[in-house]
């Protein structure tokens, strides 16, 4: 399965994109598709994951009542909606699809995922 993300760009504090991950192959019931973030000179951070089946979603803290998933099954795509913006936002964006045999909650391990797709960058600034 490949991996294509989109939707970053430059926005201004409080501001709003919505991140898009298609996946060129099929997925699975199992799979946990996660968002994850590098700003310059900083460790991968997580942001958020999903289960394609369930739609059971995990945030890290930092993100939690700002950031929102969503599905489109036929499209195959995950969406990212990213509302009130701010500096410490700014990073690129990569998807990944944490695939498993059985159900697993979405984890914020990025060890556990094994695809990934290009970044896009997500700039926050005035």
């Known amino acids: 399965v490949q991996l294509q993300a989109s939707g970053g760009g430059l926005v201004q504090p409080g501001g709003s994109l919505r991140l898009s991950c298609a996946a060129s192959?099929?997925?699975?019931?199992?799979?946990?598709i996660g968002w994850f973030r590098q700003a310059p000179g900083r460790e991968r951070e997580f942001a958020g994951a999903?289960?394609?089946?369930?739609?059971?979603?995990a945030y890290a803290d930092s993100v939690k009542g700002r950031f929102t998933f969503s599905r489109d099954n036929a499209k195959n795509t995950v969406y990212l909606q990213m509302n009130s913006l701010k500096p410490e936002d700014t990073a690129v964006y990569y998807c990944a699809i944490h695939r498993s045999q059985r159900y697993v909650p979405p984890t914020a391990d990025y060890l556990q995922y094994s695809y990934w797709g290009q970044g896009t960058q997500v700039t926050v600034s005035s």
């Open positions: 192959g099929v997925l699975f019931s199992n799979d946990n």
């Open positions: 999903v289960n394609w089946r369930s739609g059971k979603t």
